[in-house]
């Protein structure tokens, strides 16, 4: 188990601007995929974005364009730049890891973090 923590949530206008942090507690970090999941109210948690060890990353269609991850392995972090946001990314936002190097299942999670946008 890895332990996650997310910062950076919070309440904005829609078209505005979040940045979403995640620190890892793990000395493995840099062979661990990363992923960014979230869940609005009442449905289900979804996977928004997910990096892998070798920074190649994927996007769900609804935030491909508008959402970019990165990752800093030296900083054991792996970020969530959400621009353009609409009223419809309002979720609580989760981040995880996965033993895998290329890819999920995701095993650890943070506590996750409130995202909302209002119109």
């Known amino acids: 188990q890895v332990h996650l923590e997310e910062s950076g949530g919070g309440s904005v206008q829609a078209g505005g601007s979040l940045t979403l942090s995640c620190v890892a507690s793990t000395s493995i970090f840099g062979f661990l995929t990363m992923g960014w999941h979230r869940q609005p109210p009442g449905k289900e948690r979804e996977l928004v974005a997910q990096?892998?060890?070798?920074?190649?990353?994927n996007y769900v269609d609804s935030v491909a364009g508008r959402f970019t991850i990165s990752r800093d392995n030296a900083k054991n972090t792996v970020n969530l730049q959400m621009n353009s946001l609409k009223p419809e990314d309002t979720a609580v936002y989760y981040c995880?890891?996965?033993?895998?190097?290329?890819?999920?299942?995701?095993?650890?999670w943070g506590q996750g973090t409130q995202v909302t946008v209002s119109s």
């Open positions: 990096i892998t060890s070798g920074s190649s990353s």
């Open positions: 995880a890891a996965s033993p895998q190097s290329r890819s999920g299942p995701f095993r650890s």
